[in-house]
C-alpha cells in the first residue's frame, strides 16, 4: 500500500512566521503534489513535482514555495505566513505519467494567526 | 480550457443507488475522469477511473457517454457509511491541468 505522511496534522503559526510543510511517500513515485482545500473551493493546486530538483506551479503558487531535494520528500515553504493561507494543505504522489491516479496524505490544518 | 462542475451537495437514503453527476465539456480525446472519495479528516482516495463507456468495480460504476461532456459515478445500495465528499478529476493533457471538481457533499440518511 502506498503511503503519504504529512508531518504534521494540525499546525499553529503567526502572521510573517515562515513555515515548513513536509511530505514523504513511500512507493518511489516521480510525480507530487501539494494542494489547499477550502469550503466551497475544493482542492486547488499549488505546486507539483515530476522529478527530484523539478516543480511546476499550479493554479495558486503566490505567496508559497517548494523544494524536492529528494524523491521521496516534497516541502511546501510559506515564505512568510498570512492569515489568508489558513487552510487545509494536502500532499499527494502518482506514479509517472498517471497523474490522474494520486494517493493523499491525510492533511495538514494550519491556522494561521 | 477543460473545467468541471458537480453539484455541491446530495442527500440520499440507506439502500438507495445514488448517482452523482461531473460535467467535463472540453476534455481531449485521451484524457480520463477519475473520481475521489473524501471522509472527513482524511485525504481524498480513489475510487474509480474510465475512458469511455462503462467501469466497474466492487465500489461503484462509472458511466461515460459517447461525447464524454460529462460522467456518472453509480454507488449502488448505499449505506450511512458512503457519507462523504465525492471529487472528479480530469488530467487535461492538452491544457497540462490537473482539474478536480469542488465536490459533492453526499449525505446519506437513514
Known amino acids: 500500500d502506498v503511503k503519504v505522511t504529512q508531518s504534521s496534522r494540525y499546525l499553529v503559526k503567526r502572521t510573517g512566521e515562515k513555515v515548513f510543510l513536509e511530505c514523504v511517500q513511500d512507493?518511489?513515485?516521480?510525480?507530487m503534489f501539494w494542494y489547499r482545500q477550502d469550503p466551497g473551493l475544493g482542492l486547488r493546486l499549488i505546486y507539483f513535482?515530476?522529478?527530484?530538483?523539478?516543480?511546476e506551479k499550479g493554479d495558486i503558487p503566490e505567496g508559497y514555495s517548494v523544494s524536492r531535494e529528494k524523491k521521496e520528500r516534497f516541502s511546501l515553504i510559506l515564505e512568510s505566513a498570512s492569515t489568508n493561507q489558513t487552510s487545509m494543505y494536502l500532499c499527494?504522489?502518482?506514479?509517472?505519467?498517471?497523474?490522474?491516479?494520486?494517493?493523499f496524505g491525510p492533511g495538514t490544518r494550519l491556522l494561521v494567526l | 480550457l477543460a473545467k468541471t462542475t458537480q453539484p455541491i451537495s446530495m442527500d440520499s437514503y440507506e439502500g438507495q443507488e445514488v448517482n452523482i453527476t461531473c460535467s467535463h465539456n472540453?476534455?481531449?480525446?485521451?484524457?480520463?475522469i477519475t473520481w475521489y472519495q473524501q471522509f472527513p479528516s482524511q485525504g481524498p482516495r480513489f475510487i474509480i477511473q474510465?475512458?469511455?463507456t462503462k467501469v466497474t468495480n466492487e465500489v461503484a460504476s462509472l458511466f461515460i457517454p459517447a461525447d464524454r461532456k460529462s460522467s456518472t459515478l453509480s454507488l449502488p445500495r448505499v449505506s450511512l457509511s458512503d457519507t462523504a465528499v465525492y471529487y472528479c478529476?480530469?488530467?487535461?493533457?492538452?491544457?497540462?491541468?490537473?482539474?478536480f471538481g469542488k465536490g459533492t457533499r453526499l449525505h446519506i440518511l437513514p
Open positions: 513535482s515530476y522529478d527530484v530538483k523539478m516543480k
Open positions: 499527494a504522489s502518482s506514479l509517472s505519467p498517471k497523474r490522474e491516479t494520486q494517493y
Open positions: 472540453n476534455i481531449a480525446t485521451n484524457d480520463y
Open positions: 512507493m518511489d513515485h516521480e510525480n
Open positions: 474510465g475512458y469511455k
Open positions: 478529476l480530469v488530467v487535461s493533457n492538452r491544457d497540462d491541468k490537473i482539474i
